[in-house]
């Protein structure tokens, strides 16, 4: 991760303290995610702030990204400052799109 | 269409309710209830409030409600919501602040932002972080499945409450759309409601298309989610569409065992007479409920295979810093 190739998304002024609403999730993975990964840039989504999400907000965040870059675009996805609800509900997003792309 | 709303109508006995519930002749909604005591689960107000917005509110005939607990009906918003005023004989006033969530209609995303924000407050969950999470993530995947599939006009009529006896939140979503079958048709050849049931509660299975994974938008993981929370606290979960009921029954003192196919638990299931569009009820049980975090993560075990020890050395993991 080198600092000038990585572009920083702060969940909670999108969507809240509590992630759920999958429009602003379609936002943010169509308008500053995908332009990003497209050029080879990494994404850092910070989600201080953000208490919980939902597995569907996830899903609508980050899923399409693993299908259409494979799953080696996790190596240029990061999470911060994410509650253990966040990261449980992230590894099971990873986990799944995972599977169902092999 | 006849309504008749018995003495109790919990998950555990919704059977009496449902198997009473006469839904021919759409023009008119007669509500009769039982004379004595009034105690039902917010799903089947749910459905009330719903088959009454689909009729001229002058065709709505309610009986006069002679249980000392009508009252609850009318805390519950039900009459407000039909615009009718029915004579209720006696009142048992609960107390002014009760944790309940009235019905509610939803119609779009905007409404679910305003419905999620006032939900912690209404329920009282505000010192009860990990209870509140279970239960938005219930309401949003419920509701949002109904915007985006269900294509009823009237949206999504929700309620919910708190019961202090059994210490359990009680959550009920309804809707007049298109139902299961339509839904997943649409993408999976479906012979029967309770096949459209069993699709839908199944993981990544979704009505928008047959691709693994789901669209961008959508996992077909929602429902699976919602009954697995349901299971592991050992609470009941009801999902009605069309002439079929499904009911996950408690788990009781089994060992957790998630299956992705919903057959495979300890479940019940009944014919009604056809319902268009989609009800599901949902109990959570404070007192044993997990850490949300712990549901996640039971359920995240039984995705990623850990417990049968597959392959997980292929599959990458989210990098958290």
Redo the contacts between chains.
Sequence with gaps: MTKEKTTTIKIFDYAGK?A????KA?HI?EKLTRPNLEKGNSI?YDYSGV??T????T??LI??HI?NFG??V??R????N????V???????????????? | MKVHIPNSAFLGNINNFLSTLDLRGVDTLEITTNPKWLSVHPAVISMIASLGKSVDQKKIVCDEIMASSGHYLERMGLFNFLKITPKIKKIKVHEPAGRLIPITQIKN?TD??DF?KNLVPLLHLDKE?NH??AI??IF??LI?NVLEHSRATEGAIVCAQYFKKSNKIAIGVADAGVGLKESIRQSYPVKDDLSAIKLALT??ITGTTKK????????G??LF?IKSIAYINSDFFTIISGDKMYKLLQRGKQKIRLEANPFNDRYATMNISPWQGVVVGVDISLNQTEE??SL??I??KF???EVKNQKKQ????????
């Design positions: 509590f759920e609403n999958k429009d379609q993975r850092i208490d919980s939902t597995q569907s907000f899903h609508a899923s399409d299908r799953k080696e996790l190596d996805l990061y999470f911060k994410c509650s253990e609800t990261k449980k509900i992230i590894e099971l997003v990873t986990e799944y799109m995972q599977r169902k792309i092999k | 995303s679910l932002d999620i972080p509140a999470h938005q993530q949003s995947e949002r993981p990544g693994p994974g789901g669209t961008a938008q959508n996992a993981f929602g989610l949300f975090k996640m993560d359920i995240y995705y990623a295979g292929l599959y990458k993991k989210p990098k958290f810093i």
